[in-house]
């Protein structure tokens, strides 16, 4: 298993710090947390994160200021900084005007639209490697064969719909994490499905059932409020 992304993250509001950072974790990511601009300085000089969320609510600088000092290359590595701003943020505060350079800020009303982001920069749902995606994978007592769309459990052929193979293969292949509703929905059904209701729910229930009767345990997880995550 690799060792997580550390991520940073800075918000004076200890609520909404601890919110994201539990999210985060519990999506199998590190988090470093800050309540100011000085203090998450401070964790950059000590050890460069892999990515660092910066609220716009800080005591002592702009947001979009601290992103520009941890981006400004230097002589330390630039960290990759995105802005953000939660519910209770006005939104006449973020606003970006017309004709200025000024850093768009990502607007945020549910922890797991934090969660869908970083998983993107990153880009671990879909991989940069086409070959992750034909090549044979095998996740303890897990086999899965993309080109021929099978699936065993300790040598025992399961039957699995098209989605649910998919939705399996996904979650496998980011075994380290949780994998967002939003995002799941977007890689299984694709960017121009209307996926309504419950169907995510009830696809993962169809799959988690069949994957208990021949494993005889849970293999996929629920991460309360964010998503799913496989835990074989």
Known sequence: MSDPRHIL????????????????????????EAESGREALRFV??????????????PDMRGRDLARILESSGDKEPVHAVVVAGPGMPREDT??????????????????????????????????APER??????????????????????????????????????????????CTREELKRLVWGDDADVIGRTVDVLVSRLRSKLAEASGRELVSTVRGIGYRFTG
């Not at 970083?118 to 940069?128: A, H, K, P, Q, Y």
């Open 9 to 32: 993250i800075a918000d004076s509001d200890p609520q909404t710090l601890e919110q994201v950072s539990h999210a985060l974790r519990a999506s199998g990511y590190a988090t470093w």
């Open 45 to 58: 000089q000590m050890e460069p994160p892999d990515l660092a969320i910066v609220s716009t609510s800080l």
């Open 95 to 128: 606003v970006t005007t017309s004709n200025t350079n000024e850093r768009a800020i990502m607007r945020w009303t549910h922890v797991d639209q934090i969660v869908t982001m970083v998983n993107e920069i990153f880009d671990l749902s879909e991989g940069r």
């Open 133 to 178: 995606f034909t090549e044979v994978i095998r996740c303890g007592e897990v086999t899965i064969d993309p080109t021929s769309m099978t699936v065993d459990v300790s040598g025992e052929p399961i039957d699995l719909t098209r989605k649910e193979f998919r939705f399996l293969q996904i979650l496998v292949l980011n075994e380290e994490r949780t």
